[in-house]
């Protein structure tokens, strides 16, 4: 098998700025982004699971033009002063993709896309041209505390014929209250923040209009089925974020902190709304319908305990909240299982085994509501040890909990019999044991009992995602080189966690949030990296 | 204090400038690759309409198929989808009906508003169109194939209705296609309307207006659900050429040996003295993904992608007149129909049997166990056993002697329930 893929990133952009007078600043920023990949994807004739071989060749292009214009005019008047922004932005993307595929060759060889006798061809071109304007007003007072409110309007190509503008207002404020003669100066710097906004998210390419896709029936003659009932009516998602939060550095800078509070809703959400299926079709219609709650928290935390001539210690903490919930669909009270009115976004309803302690009986399943699909609770815990300023240990951990995931793996090992955790109960089911059974046990290990929902557990975890040992050589060491490091990094060294499937974090679907569970996806790797870095 | 005016006015006028060239930009965009609703609305488009309401139909029967093979004694499912495992206990939950629900409905709805586009556009004509005529027919296939299936129906977010509903509608459906079809090119749509109006019949126990329906489609006439590579390709197919979700291992098909021509079959895997499966070397896959180590029995009824599936054929109706006759005591008729099937397929006539006994007794050769094995073997994997199954309270959905060797929970599902999407949002339908 060879798998090849070649990707080409350009970035290019030209800047202008002017300043008519001190106090005006003026930029036009023109940039264009460029990638295109080519992915090949060869089994050869013979392969042991394509025996006839296939090929997949995948071109892909993004071209995004961007034409940035701000200014800024500078004003101050006794204690006060003044910033005055305003500015444009128009954005083109450009996407293009070929996919071929073919298969069934006839004999071996290097063989191409077209030497098959199945091919598979797509062909897409999108392009999503947006606009928008903003305004946008500071004032500051005797520099420590500064307000700022602003107004931004978009329009996009992808919102419907009969929506107009998008209109995002904004309002803010920071007061660096250790500036204050008040604040006491055993506090060190201290600055208080706050926040409300208006930011939007556009529907997609094809969401707006009623459109037919082409396919291909009665022997591979042309044929159009219906793709997108359309909604000329459709705008963007309006999320509404309200935060709060302080920050500061205390003892000489030795401990820094932040926390942030947030509350964000969603209106208007974009929801695929379908009709009962006896209505005619499942096609579902794109609308702003639906509110979505998101509130957590934000904490870092970093200390430095000891501070030396030849060793210096420091340790980090990060702990941040993420809750979410479905408020409001509107008036249906569920899209699918994992999408349900008062509760978390996606959310994972499964069986559960309704006597898992009956000796001798079946299992009985009856679906429950378990939990959220995404972590609620996310930390991070990190460690760096400096001795003699060339030696350095750095240590990172991170953990998430509260979010439940399928052990797809587990599910399918044991139906096989090939799971481990189910060896000793499957041994007892081929000996006819399953008299001192519990329904649990064989809820989870009896191939022809089991339901891939009980597969389903918390997957809670703490992994040590790298432990870095760093020397950095001794100048002269090596002739004509400015430093150089030797680095020995270890990655995935270890996870703890009650999970039985491969990997707690996995995420087979799940784009955009959207339901995930651990299916066809390999675990981390764990690596160790050797790296000798040299700088002349 | 003048240059600094003049030079204000500069950059607000430059300002303004980029404001109305920003202002002027034009935010629409037309991609390609989709067709709009309204493109369609011309006469020389309404084969690519017609075409689509046959993908939409198609759509349907061969995951019907796939599904009902598993769930009844037709196959055994021996792969490793999550469905899989339920279906060969005869276990169908109706989140797991959505798909079907969902494309039969659609089926019918896509042939109605195609029916719709076909009069705006073509006027007067579209009454005598064969793209009607053969609307009309899909239509009246997606109502047969609901009531047939599903243990109720609900239409328009109704309330549920039995099974009957679905056969009704079905029947008014092929009538229209039958008047549609004035033209020789609509030919096959009259045959295969007369056909469907056979099954709708039976649906509805009207056996003297089945015999009358089925008595015009000839014994070698099969209408086919159009499957096609690479588009629109058959599951039954992929899941047991491409893998081995199920297998004809220990089904009526597999007594036959050489395999019975309705119902071929690869050995791609035996079972050793160790009850292990041993490869014959026949096939890339020799046994399945259930944890009892099926040999996979490889169906070879559908041996290409594109392998058409049969939803309307002559030789269903001579069985449909072999029932009615059966229903009336004609053993003689009864052996003759069945004959007339037999030899379409070249195999030797069966003799008279001694007595219709009922499809519950156990004597392999009285007339109901011969029509059972018939039918089986006729219509295998064409997505119909399961109907046989509810219609005659037949005893594999007591115990599963065929297929399922471990003791049943309870009593096999012989229908769908109605799909749980369904469910949630029709407010008429209360589900249990």
Known sequence: ?536 | MRKHAKVRGRWAAWITGLFVVFAACDLNVKNPGAILDEDLNDPGLMRVVAAGVSAEFSDVVDGIAFTIGRLTDEMVGSGSYGDTGLLRRGIIRSDDTNGEWEQTHEAAWAAESAIERFRSVLGQEAETSPFTARSYLFEGLGHRILGEVFCQVAYDAGPAEPKSGAFTRAVTSFENAIAAATTPESSDYKTAAYGGLAQAYVGLGDWSKAVEAAAKVPTGFVYAAIYAVPENTNVVNGETHGRPEMSAYRTIAASFDPPDPRAPFTVCGTLNASNRVVPTGACSHSQGASGDHTPHYRQEKYDDLGSDIPVVKGTEMRLIEAEAALLDGDLAMFTGKVNEVRTFHGLSPIAQPASAGSIRDTDENDAWSILDRERWLTLWLEGRRLWDLHRWNHPFIEGGRLVDKYPPDGLRASCFPIASGECDLNTNLQCT
């Not at chain 1, 059974?437 to 009992?449: F, I, K, L, V, Y």
């Open chain 1, 1 to 536: 098998m060879q798998l090849l893929q070649e990707i080409n990133h350009y970035i290019t952009g030209v800047g202008v700025t002017w300043n008519p007078v001190p106090s005006v600043m003026q930029r036009l920023n023109v940039g264009l982004d460029y990638e295109s990949s080519d992915l090949q994807d060869f089994k050869p004739w013979g392969y042991f699971s394509a025996l006839e071989g296939d090929r997949e060749d995948d071109q892909l292009q993004d071209r995004n033009l961007t034409l940035d214009y701000a200014g800024t005019w500078n004003a101050s008047r006794g204690v006060f002063s003044s910033a005055l922004s305003w500015g444009g932005q128009v954005y083109d993307e450009f996407s293009y993709q070929l996919n071929g595929f073919d298969s069934r060759f006839a004999g071996p060889g290097d063989q191409l896309v077209g030497d098959g006798t199945i091919r598979d061809v797509g062909e897409s071109r999108t392009r999503v041209r947006s606009g928008g304007f903003f305004l946008q007003q500071m004032v500051g007072f005797r520099d420590r505390l500064f307000v700022t409110g602003g107004v931004r309007w978009d329009g996009f190509s992808t919102f419907g014929d009969d929506f107009g503008l998008a209109t995002y207002p904004k309002l803010s404020a920071a007061y660096t209250v250790s500036d204050e003669s008040f604040f006491p100066s055993g506090l060190g710097i201290m600055k208080l923040r706050a926040a409300w906004g208006v930011a939007g998210k556009a529907p997609s390419v094809f969401d707006a209009a009623r459109i037919y896709e082409a396919t291909a029936a009665d022997e591979a003659q042309p044929a159009v089925i219906l793709a997108n009932f359309g909604n000329p009516d459709l705008g963007p998602e309006r999320s509404e974020e309200l935060e709060f939060g302080v920050e500061g550095m205390l003892l000489d800078g030795r401990v820094a902190y932040e926390f942030t509070r947030f509350d964000q809703t969603t209106k208007d959400a974009l929801i695929c709304l379908p009709q009962a299926p006896s209505l005619g079709t499942e096609e579902c219609t794109l609308r702003n319908l639906g509110e979505l709650s998101n509130k957590g928290i934000e904490l870092m935390l970093n200390v430095t305990p000891v501070r030396m001539e030849n060793l210096e210690w420091d340790v980090g903490v990060n702990y941040g909240t993420n809750k979410n919930e479905i408020m409001d669909m509107g008036g249906l009270s569920q899209l699918s299982s994992s999408v349900q009115v008062g509760q978390p976004l996606p959310v994972v309803y499964d069986d559960r085994v309704v006597n898992p302690d009956a000796v001798g009986e079946l299992p009985v399943y009856e679906k429950r509501y378990l939990g959220p699909n995404y972590p609620t609770d996310t930390y991070a815990l990190s460690t760096r040890v400096t001795m003699f300023k060339r030696l350095t240990l750095d240590l990172l951990g991170e953990g998430q909990k509260g979010h439940w995931l399928a052990n797809g793996p587990g599910y399918q090992g044991m139906r096989r019999t090939s799971w481990p955790t189910c060896f000793a109960i499957q041994d007892r089911i081929k000996n006819g044991d399953t008299s001192t059974m519990t329904a649990g046990e064989r809820a989870m290990c009896d191939p022809n009992r089991s339901d891939q929902g009980v597969w389903t557990m918390r997957a809670d975890f703490f992994k040590l995602r790298s432990a870095t040992l760093a020397y950095r050589l001794p100048e002269g060491l090596l002739p004509v080189a400015t430093n150089a490091t030797l680095r020995l990094q270890a990655r995935n060294l270890f996870t703890i966690t009650d999970y039985t499937g491969l990997d707690p974090e996995a995420e087979d679907g799940g784009a955009a949030g959207t339901y995930r569970n651990e299916y066809y996806n390999l675990p981390p790797a764990r690596s160790f990296i050797l790296q000798l870095t040299v700088n002349f």
